[in-house]
């Protein structure tokens, strides 16, 4: 059973991966307390809105300590965009906010010269051993981003104005600094595979 | 860097149809908008914008209604604009599916309006569009659907709403627009030279050397409407031409 549970992350749309994962078979919920989020097979925290409003929601709601809890013991989550910056130390989006401390990692903005937001279809490259990540093209939209590769995690990499980190996996855990819920084809098949440890949890 | 240009097709609709008129009238009915989006992600269309053309209450209820049914379909990026006035208009927007929503007219008005989008759903949920008339020196903001000018300079317009939390512009050239007599260049120039954030070219264009022109000239990605809805190309065609003339291109 695809079971998927939402964690409602702030008032932005989470329209586009509920229509993603739906048209992949998937029934989603949406999280309502620490429990949801501890016993569902599947949970997704989205990329909505800025770091610190987004944490304060997720504290607010009283489910950090089980969204850790799932990621390290590398049970299914998916974390898309500022869903994946979330897992980092802080970030410079928002400063004096403190994220999830998955990753000890600092998320920064992206350097002069470049197009800020970076809005649109940019090459990844796979890492080493993924099991998530094939060579492709995914949709982005972030002015923020992680530009170095945390320790025990397979990273796979984008170029905008240098490298920076486009995914991280590890177990089944799987974060996204892309969209793949609006990745086409590619992402569709990216989400699909993630959903298969989902099926198998 | 390998961010690639974006091709973009528009659907302007009217009471749950797509319609395309020529600088902005006699608006006629050009098809599904469901079946325009897929048909137009499935010739590689990089992200889809719906502009809300209709002028009552009940055309804004289809609206919303349109915006999901493409939503549950389409798998690329869906930006939705046309008589948003509040962030609680943007919201449902994005309820209902949109990725990104633009704001034109009650921005003109109201430039708060733009920063209160951006705070509450990001900088890359805010789009800014734009409709710019050539005037003697340099171009003039035109808001509804061209029949009034406001006495705004374009450039600077564009500047302020960057600083203020617009996270992309869609800029229209409603001389050219559904014309099909090219993109306004010096137009694209001029804005994109002076934000940061990304262009999309807006009316005008007739053949793939127009959008080849509008990258050159400084913008991220190129719209399309007429060209498209009347089948004398595919999204595929254009950015064939393109990726020839050495752009970078999803494939």
Redesign the interface.
Known sequence: MRLVTIVPTGTANTASVVAALTRLGAAVEEAASAGDVETSPGVVLPGVGAFGSAMDRIDSLGLAAAIRERIESNRPTLAVCVGMQLLSRDSEESPGATGLKVLEETVGRFGDGVTVPQMGWNRVKPGSGSRFVESGWAYFANSYRIDRLPEGWVGSSTDHGGEFVAALEKGDVLACQFHPELSGEWGARLLDRWLQTVEAA | ??????VIPCLDIKDGRVVKGVRFQGLRDAGDPVECAGLY?RQGA??IVLLDVSATPEGRGHALETVRAV??E?????SVGGGVKSPDDA?RL???????VGVNTAAVSRPGLIGEIA???????TVLAVDAAAGEAGWEVVVESGKTRTGLDVVEWCRKAVAIGA??ILLTSWDRDGTRSGYDLDLIASVSSVV???VIASGGADRPGHLVAAIEAGA??ALIASILHDGDTTVGELKAALREAGIVV??
């Open positions: 860097m390998t961010l690639a240009s974006r992600e990089d992200e939503r549950s389409l798998s690329i990026p869906l919201g994005l309820e209902a599916g949109a990725d990104k705070e509450r759903f990001g900088t890359q949920c996270g992309e940061t954030v990304p991220s990605a999803r494939p």
